[in-house]
């Protein structure tokens, strides 16, 4: 089960920690919020969710709790989380709520919130949202409830703006594999490529409630790299639960992740003059796309690692242009938040405008060797204070000199430290690594 609640400014969503989220907090969630937004007058609020079971009970549960506080409800069904972020500011609502856990197990659980114009939250609306939640609930009289409307055509609409990210973009030869991980683009997905012209074989498209993530999708893409293969494919594409992650596979079955569909992005743009500044990655960005980015003449900014501290850097640097390893990336000049679906016809465009393969195209950057350590500690910050851990960094940097980078990152949501280092030398890599992991665990002794 979902073992902790959280409000922040991804929203509530689960982790690791103590209460469950129970439908009786989405009720009172709902509700929280449908208060909020009802000061604003009239409201009426999107809900959306992926395929996992317990997002019919936490649809439901929403959806009450919305309607007690007097807010109009517009349920979307299936539906990716960037669809979401479209679709809230498409129907002129107050805001959007995503019921999702991104690409965790199926048991997870977890609730996303956007704004009118399809972005976090404001400070403020999500302090105004926690303090309703310590009120005790009171439904509004009978006259002034809201009311529940599902909507058929919402896919069909996310298709349409999906394409329309990619105009004049022509897929007349490509055969693609795409896996859809069972999750939430299992039916959008295999339209807007299909519909681009390009030849289409699915998998991961079965969900059963059960099944979202499984061996499958952008955390575990060995299905889809078997597939290119048998298929014969020009390239795979894997999505996570929540459509907001992709990762690829070439033609030869190698997987090219976020980091390197993030440079092939960067790299077309930055060609063709519309790359709108510079590229914003995280503290775990291959070194490798630093080194070729600059080779480029392409400026690079790391940010923690999440979305939103992406997102953050981006709006600071007014740049439009930013990712992470896993497959998030943020494509601003097109869209509000990650997208998977447009990402990875951006990294299609490039193809088709350089007459390559994907394969070909990646070799523009080469990754780095890279090897992380967990070290269980029992404080991070403490230790990450010691002047001797400090020494032993610096000696590690040495060693590297300026053929690779050391980063020693606190966990967020387990008792570990990560040691983690990378550089062209892939031996000296592995035992800088391994040395620096073996101070930390003295030290936490």
Same mark, same amino acid.
């Given at each position: 089960?979902?073992?902790?609640?959280?409000?922040?400014?991804?929203?509530?969503?689960?982790?690791?920690?103590?209460?469950?989220?129970?439908?009786?907090?989405?009720?009172?969630?709902?509700?929280? &919020?449908?208060?909020?937004?009802?000061?604003?007058?009239? !409201?009426?609020? *999107?809900? %959306? @969710?992926?395929? $996992? /079971?317990?997002?019919?009970?936490?649809?439901?549960?929403?959806?009450?709790?919305?309607?007690?506080?007097?807010?109009?409800?517009?349920?979307?069904?299936?539906?990716?989380?960037?669809?979401?972020?479209?679709?809230?500011?498409?129907?002129?609502?107050?805001?959007?709520?995503?019921?999702?856990?991104?690409?965790?197990?199926?048991?997870?659980?977890?609730?996303?919130?956007?704004?009118?114009?399809?972005?976090?939250?404001?400070?403020?609306?999500?302090?105004?949202?926690? &303090?309703?939640?310590?009120?005790?609930?009171?439904?509004? !009289?009978?006259? *002034?409830? %809201? @009311?529940?409307? $599902? /909507?058929?055509?919402?896919?069909?609409?996310?298709?349409?703006?999906?394409?329309?990210?990619?105009?004049?973009?022509?897929?007349?030869?490509?055969?693609?594999?795409?896996?859809?991980?069972?999750?939430?683009?299992?039916?959008?997905?295999?339209?807007?490529?299909?519909?681009?012209?390009?030849?289409?074989?699915?998998?991961?498209?079965?969900?059963?409630?059960?099944?979202?993530?499984?061996?499958?999708?952008?955390?575990?893409?060995?299905?889809?790299?078997?597939?290119?293969?048998?298929?014969?494919?020009?390239?795979?594409?894997?999505?996570?639960?929540?459509?907001?992650?992709?990762?690829?596979?070439?033609?030869?079955?190698?997987?090219?992740?976020?980091?390197?569909?993030?440079?092939?992005?960067?790299?077309?743009?930055?060609?063709?003059?519309?790359?709108?500044?510079?590229?914003?990655?995280?503290?775990?960005?291959?070194?490798?796309?630093?080194?070729?980015?600059?080779?480029?003449?392409?400026?690079?900014?790391?940010?923690?690692?999440?979305?939103?501290?992406?997102?953050?850097?981006?709006?600071?640097?007014?740049?439009?242009?930013?990712?992470?390893?896993?497959?998030?990336?943020?494509?601003?000049?097109?869209?509000?938040?990650?997208?998977?679906?447009?990402?990875?016809?951006?990294?299609?465009?490039?193809?088709?405008?350089?007459?390559?393969?994907?394969?070909?195209?990646?070799?523009?950057?080469?990754?780095?060797?890279?090897?992380?350590?967990?070290?269980?500690?029992?404080?991070?910050?403490?230790?990450?204070?010691?002047?001797?851990?400090?020494?032993?960094?610096?000696?590690?940097?040495?060693?590297?000199?300026?053929?690779?980078?050391?980063?020693?990152?606190?966990?967020?949501?387990?008792?570990?430290?990560?040691?983690?280092?990378?550089?062209?030398?892939?031996?000296?890599?592995?035992?800088?690594?391994?040395?620096?992991?073996?101070?930390?665990?003295?030290?936490?002794?």
């Amino acid at each position: 089960m979902v073992e902790k609640q959280y409000f922040g400014t991804d929203g509530i969503r689960g982790a690791v920690g103590s209460k469950p989220i129970t439908p009786e907090f989405m009720l009172k969630l709902g509700w929280a &919020a449908g208060k909020v937004f009802a000061r604003q007058g009239k !409201s009426k609020i *999107l809900i %959306g @969710k992926d395929t $996992r /079971i317990s997002g019919y009970m936490f649809e439901s549960s929403l959806e009450a709790g919305l309607s007690a506080a007097g807010v109009d409800v517009l349920l979307l069904g299936p539906m990716p989380t960037p669809a979401i972020a479209y679709l809230t500011r498409t129907f002129h609502a107050n805001a959007g709520i995503v019921i999702s856990a991104s690409h965790n197990p199926h048991f997870d659980n977890g609730i996303k919130f956007f704004s009118s114009e399809g972005k976090k939250l404001s400070d403020e609306i999500e302090e105004a949202i926690e &303090a309703e939640l310590k009120k005790d609930m009171k439904v509004v !009289s009978s006259e *002034l409830l %809201g @009311k529940a409307v $599902r /909507i058929d055509d919402a896919g069909g609409r996310y298709v349409e703006f999906c394409k329309g990210t990619a105009k004049n973009l022509d897929l007349d030869g490509f055969k693609i594999v795409l896996d859809c991980a069972h999750g939430a683009t299992y039916d959008v997905a295999p339209k807007v490529f299909t519909e681009l012209g390009a030849d289409v074989v699915v998998i991961g498209n079965k969900p059963n409630g059960l099944n979202i993530n499984l061996e499958c999708g952008s955390t575990s893409p060995k299905q889809l790299q078997q597939a290119v293969l048998a298929e014969q494919a020009n390239l795979g594409i894997a999505f996570d639960g929540d459509g907001d992650r992709v990762i690829m596979v070439d033609e030869k079955g190698e997987v090219v992740d976020g980091d390197e569909l993030l440079f092939i992005i960067a790299q077309h743009r930055h060609h063709r003059g519309s790359l709108g500044g510079g590229v914003v990655g995280t503290l775990m960005t291959n070194l490798g796309m630093e080194r070729a980015l600059d080779r480029q003449g392409i400026s690079f900014a790391r940010a923690q690692v999440g979305d939103r501290y992406v997102m953050e850097q981006l709006a600071e640097n007014g740049w439009v242009l930013g990712g992470e390893g896993s497959g998030h990336l943020i494509c601003k000049y097109l869209t509000t938040t990650g997208d998977a679906v447009v990402a990875a016809l951006q990294v299609l465009r490039a193809l088709v405008d350089g007459s390559g393969s994907l394969h070909d195209i990646k070799k523009g950057m080469s990754k780095y060797p890279q090897k992380m350590v967990n070290v269980k500690v029992k404080n991070a910050a403490e230790l990450m204070a010691k002047e001797s851990l400090k020494k032993a960094v610096r000696d590690a940097e040495a060693l590297l000199a300026d053929k690779g980078r050391v980063l020693l990152r606190p966990s967020g949501t387990e008792p570990v430290l990560r040691v983690m280092v990378e550089g062209e030398d892939a031996s000296l890599v592995s035992r800088v690594c391994n040395d620096l992991a073996s101070v930390v665990e003295n030290l936490a002794l």
